[in-house]
């Protein structure tokens, strides 16, 4: 029935302020009113409709994608937006694009690792728009191992430039996203080679298109890969592939703020710590944890509105069959994901703060918190968006035969999210990073070191006093136990940062205590899933973790009246969600029946192909029945 909400009654047994919960998801009231009119414009503006991506070839899906892009453009600069404004536009847009690239790493590169000079004279091309950017690392042959490219800058004194040169086949970029069909510009990451000395990777700006007709420069190879993963989803974007046949650039364009080469072609390193030309990749895993908790609410929303509306067994005297989110086994599996969602909202928000902190000691040349915001970002970003692709995973089975159809939304959801466990660094080997930060701090620790911010606990722990070892020794060897304590060590950060956050003063009735058994509700179910390793080295006994198991169901139940509510906080429009099952009204049946006669399919009776393939069967089965 339209107009009709489905979810009323769940949405009266809410114990606490929805409003009021908004505003603590938003992150403050001025974020919520801002996301509140931004997404509403978008949810208005036919251009921005989507809901048929999943059904577009390749060449007609990527040109509306380039299609929506200028558009939006166009209505950043026509209502005057903000950069606040402008990102939450690309936002609720919601569909990757080259413009990711170009203002998520192409301008934090030069900000970050270029000088003011080098600054004042791209960022302004970029910020107009009048040079589109990517951010040109990976190749065929390496992507992990940064220090293993191969693309090569050989500095030339004769004419002050760079020669910029892939040498083999595995030198090839491959996977830039914004690379393959638009960007003009790339920040190169090559080897310096100066006097036949390898001086490592650093990164340069390229231009690889013209801007009069869009044609490789000369000496450049550029394309797409090809077809990703999933329909619609990651193949709005063009992630390319690029040979460079001994191009020059000028001396100055290479990113200069960590290390110089001077027109005499003398290497200077700047007093900073060479890692800051990874500081790029630094700043956008930071963002993809605070993006993470967007992804996962979103599937967490989807699967609990359906979990209210669907109906399964147990019907009494003929009276209505149980809802699906009743069952325990159905809790047991949404609910901590739900909990993952606000916990991952608040380190995120956490994590920001960290990054912003490190910046400022930079500026004033402390580098000491650099080690541990690496150690931060690359561990949560690996926790987080492990998770989070798991999770949107789950959530699509928590919907049953129905969370199969694209059209609720999951299946493209999912595979738009899982390349972020491989981008920006592969999970495992940003775990191992983790480690190898956890294995220095533990040598520092037996050397009377104190230490301090995330690792603070390491220092209380006794046995750990005691330890003396050595990084490498041993460390290959037990790399997968390594792994399991650096996911460990992530997970404590998430339950010791949404702790702090319960400590804050939070107004709105009731929303505290949703809070609060969410946290408990986070903590315990990884106690539980945990609890053989708690058990097997006596940080808990069996009474205490059966105990714990009995306290997480009680969380189980206190949640369950309040779970639509929790989900309604996340402020989502039916057109950003884009899934049947996730309807605001909850008015799933005739929503899916009607939208099934939508499919191209159904657009003739008999199918194209029925002639050709369909009909001599018949015909010949017609004929094996006469005989
Ligand atoms: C659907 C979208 C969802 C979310 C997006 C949301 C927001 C994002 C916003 C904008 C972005 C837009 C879109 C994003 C989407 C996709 C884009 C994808 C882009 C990419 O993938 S770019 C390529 C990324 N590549 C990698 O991440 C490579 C991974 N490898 C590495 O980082 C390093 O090489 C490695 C493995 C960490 C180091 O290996 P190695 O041991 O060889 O180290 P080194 O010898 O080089 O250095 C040793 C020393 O340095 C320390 N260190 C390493 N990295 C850093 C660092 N980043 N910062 C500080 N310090 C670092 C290391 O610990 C060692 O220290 P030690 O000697 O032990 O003291
Ligand atoms: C959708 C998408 C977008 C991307 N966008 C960009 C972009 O814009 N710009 C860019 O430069 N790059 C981009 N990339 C590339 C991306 O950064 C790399 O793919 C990523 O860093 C992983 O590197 P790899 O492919 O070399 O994986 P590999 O390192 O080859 O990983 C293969 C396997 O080996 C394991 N492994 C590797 N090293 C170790 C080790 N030391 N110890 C134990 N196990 C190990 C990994 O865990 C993994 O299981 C993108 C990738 C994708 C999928």
Not at 475 to 482: G, H
Not at 508 to 524: F, H, P, S, T, W
Not at 605 to 617: A, K, M, T
């Amino acid at each position: 029935m339209e107009g009709v909400d489905h979810l009323a009654d769940e949405r009266k047994k809410a114990e606490f302020n929805v409003e009021a919960m908004k505003i603590v998801w938003a992150g403050s009231q001025h974020n919520l009113e801002v996301s509140n009119r931004i997404s509403k414009l978008v949810a208005d503006d036919p251009a921005f409709r989507k809901d048929d991506r999943t059904m577009l070839p390749r060449k007609e899906l990527f040109k509306n994608t380039l299609r929506k892009a200028a558009y939006a453009w166009k209505r950043i600069n026509e209502l005057r937006l903000s950069e606040e404004e402008a990102s939450k536009l690309r936002f609720y847009v919601d569909e990757t694009a080259y413009t990711d690239l170009h203002w998520g790493m192409f301008i934090p590169a030069i900000k970050g690792q270029g000088t003011d000079e080098q600054q004042r004279k791209w960022l302004p091309l970029a910020y107009k728009m009048q040079i589109i950017g990517c951010y040109a690392q990976t190749e065929l042959g390496h992507g992990s191992n940064v220090q293993g490219l191969e693309t090569t800058a050989t500095f030339d004194p004769h004419t002050d430039e760079f020669v910029i040169h892939s040498p083999t086949l595995t030198s090839s970029k491959w996977w830039p996203g914004g690379l393959g069909k638009v960007s003009t510009h790339a920040v190169t990451y090559a080897r310096l080679i100066i006097d036949g000395k390898d001086h490592g990777v650093h990164g340069f700006i390229v231009q690889l298109r013209s801007l009069e007709d869009h044609r490789p420069l000369p000496g450049i190879t550029v394309g797409d890969i090809g077809m990703k993963f999933g329909n619609g989803a990651y193949n709005t974007m063009d992630n390319g592939v690029l040979r460079f046949d001994h191009v020059r650039i000028p001396r100055n364009q290479m990113l200069m703020k960590v290390s110089q080469v001077t027109r005499e072609g003398k290497y200077k390193q700047s007093d900073v710590p060479r890692q800051l030309v990874y500081g790029t990749m630094v700043y956008v895993r930071q963002r993809i944890v605070a993006d993470a908790s967007c992804y996962l609410s979103r599937a967490v929303c989807i699967a609990t509105r359906y979990s209210a509306v669907r109906r399964q067994f147990g019907s009494q005297n003929g009276g209505p069959e149980t809802q699906v989110i009743d069952y325990k086994t159905q809790q047991s599996r949404l609910f901590p994901l739900l909990a993952s969602a606000y916990a991952f909202r608040f380190v995120g928000e956490w994590l920001e703060w960290l990054y912003t902190d490190v910046m400022q000691r930079l500026q004033a040349n402390d580098f000491s918190t650099l080690p541990e915001a690496h150690a931060c970002t690359a561990g949560l970003k690996s926790l987080t968006t492990s998770v989070t692709a798991d999770g949107i995973e789950e959530c699509r089975k928590l919907c049953g035969g129905h969370g199969y159809l694209c059209t609720s939304g999951l299946p493209e959801l999912f595979a738009v999210y899982v390349p972020a466990c491989t981008y920006e660094g592969d999970n495992i080997v940003l775990l191992l990073q983790v480690a190898r930060f956890l294995m220095k701090t533990v040598s520092q620790i037996g050397t009377g070191k104190q230490p301090v911010g995330t690792i603070a606990y390491m220092g209380r722990i006794e046995h750990l006093m005691q330890c003396r070892c050595n990084v490498q020794r041993g460390f290959a060897e037990l790399s997968a136990d390594l792994v399991e304590a650096a996911v460990a060590h992530c997970q404590l950060i998430v339950v010791s940062k949404f702790i702090e956050k319960l400590q804050q003063d939070i107004p709105g009735e009731g929303v505290k205590q949703q809070l609060e058994a969410l946290c408990g509700i986070y903590y315990l179910s990884l106690l539980h899933k945990h609890q053989g390793d708690f058990l097997a080295t006596s940080y808990l006994t069996p009474k205490q973790s059966a105990l714990a198991n009995d306290q997480l169901r009680a969380l189980y139940s206190k949640v369950r009246p309040n779970a639509i509510a929790l989900v309604d906080a996340f402020n989502y429009s039916d057109h950003f969600l884009s899934s049947i099952l996730g309807r605001y009204d909850g008015n799933v049946y005739p929503k899916l029946y009607e939208a099934a006669w939508k499919d191209p399919l159904n657009e003739s009776v008999v199918p194209d192909g029925y002639h050709e393939y369909v009909r001599p069967l018949l015909k010949q089965q017609l004929h094996t029945a006469r005989l």
